[in-house]
């Protein structure tokens, strides 16, 4: 069954690359600990030496595998040719094209490729240039969101088309609990990613404040209002905050540049000013008017209950599945 692994990690349970660095070193060894494959986030801007010294930090804390996350629109370059060269396991991509080129680069490092898509299109693509497993992302996941169609439709329609290439499919988008695991093993994935769940952990990088709206709040709405400068054409899914209430209906003309400062952060290791309505979510060292910045989550959110560690939630994930799939499902029941 799907909690057997996948790309030689001991369970099937993804954590996704939570950015921009709320998915930093303490939150990825802690999911590699438990047997997950976690996966860092890349800066979206050239930075390899940072690079480096977020995969070494994360060494000192596991001596499991596990990946790094890069964004195909922004400047990536070095930054991918550092992952190469730290020979981490895996190399995730989003939003873009995967090249035979870099797939063939990867793999000449030992590391394996492994980009998130959106639609059937895009998962022939990766399978023509040889990728070693696919993240099929439905539109009820929180962050940014590349394709229009639901998981359960898409699932099963990229499963048929991946066949006997022996490349495992991974659901991403709206599960947050053991049934939503056992659904997508039942529609033909051989693992999960996850992103809301991990980002309402202990160790993930994400302000209090946010982690506490996630546990408040249990609606989400997909929108283009934040960060339309920075990353144009770019939806994504965000909690139903009151400020988000307020603003939803924002004039296609505007963006951000030209809003007032709400706050500053450190992100990887960068001082930065925080406009109204910019995609960047509050991390540890964000001051400011919290309430009023980004909040990404998935549609099931409101099934979050508590914070957890991550390690925990890849045990009772597994634990969970396994009994659901006992219980719920031996031939008996049927």
Known sequence: MGWKGILGFEYGIVQGPLGPDIA???LVAAVANAGGLG????????SPDYVKELIRKTRKLTDKPFGVGVILPFPHKENVKAILEEKVAVLQLYWGECSKELVIEAHNAGVKVVPQVGSLEEAKKAINVGVDAI????????GHVIGQEGLISLLPRVVDLVGDHGIPVIAAGGIVDARGYVAALALGAKGICMGTRFLATHESYAHPTYKRKLIEYDKTEYTDVFGRARWPGAPHRVLQTPFFCDWKCLN??????????IGRTIIHGVE????RFAGTVPNPTTTGDIESM???AGQSVGLIKEILPAGQVVKKLVEAAQLLIHQTFNPDSI
């Open 24 to 26: 930093g070193p303490e």
């Open 252 to 261: 296609a003309q505007e963006n951000e540049t030209n809003q007032p400062i």
């Open 294 to 296: 980004v909040m990404y």
């Open 39 to 46: 996966l860092l986030r890349a800066p979206d801007w050239e």
């Open 135 to 142: 993240i099929v992302q439905g539109r009820e996941a929180g």
């Open 272 to 275: 930065r000013e925080i406009r």
